[in-house]
Nanobody, 121 residues
Framework: QVQLVESGGGLVQAGGSLRLSCVAS????????MGWFRQAPGKEREFVAG????????RYADSVKGRFTISRDNAKNTVYLQMNSLKPEDTAVYSC??????????????WGQGTQVTVSS
């Protein structure tokens, strides 16, 4: 069973950048579709970005396209989320997720505990 641990969250001013990391153990991420989700207070969890293990198909939520980039380092068993041009509405708990299917936007089986990202105006 895959365990996921996120890091890299924090407080940043609008327009700034953060890079989130998600280290996996108990499995190699080269065999998993990996995704990032976020949940803001009072809102449902939403898909942010994902990349599958097969053909590298990558998808982004419309709200983050052009600002966020998901990447993976299979040698380090780590997936990243580079977040640029951050906005206050990006404030949320960001969670890493993994699955063995190919669809990158839903139905993930394994979840990390999340890391808080706060963007001040």
């Amino acid at each position: 069973q895959v365990q996921l641990v996120e890091s890299g969250g924090g407080l940043v001013q609008a327009g700034g950048s953060l890079r989130l990391s998600c280290v996996a153990s108990g499995g190699t991420i080269s065999s998993y579709t990996m995704g990032w989700f976020r949940q803001a207070p009072g809102k449902e969890r939403e898909f942010v970005a994902g990349t599958n293990w097969s053909d590298g198909n990558t998808r982004y939520a419309d709200s983050v396209k052009g600002r966020f980039t998901i990447s993976r380092d299979n040698a380090k068993n780590t997936v990243y989320l580079q977040m640029n041009s951050l906005k206050p509405e990006d404030t949320a708990v960001y969670s890493c997720a993994a699955k063995q299917g190919l669809s990158v936007t839903a139905s993930y089986n394994y979840w990390g505990q999340g890391t808080q990202v706060t963007v001040s105006s």
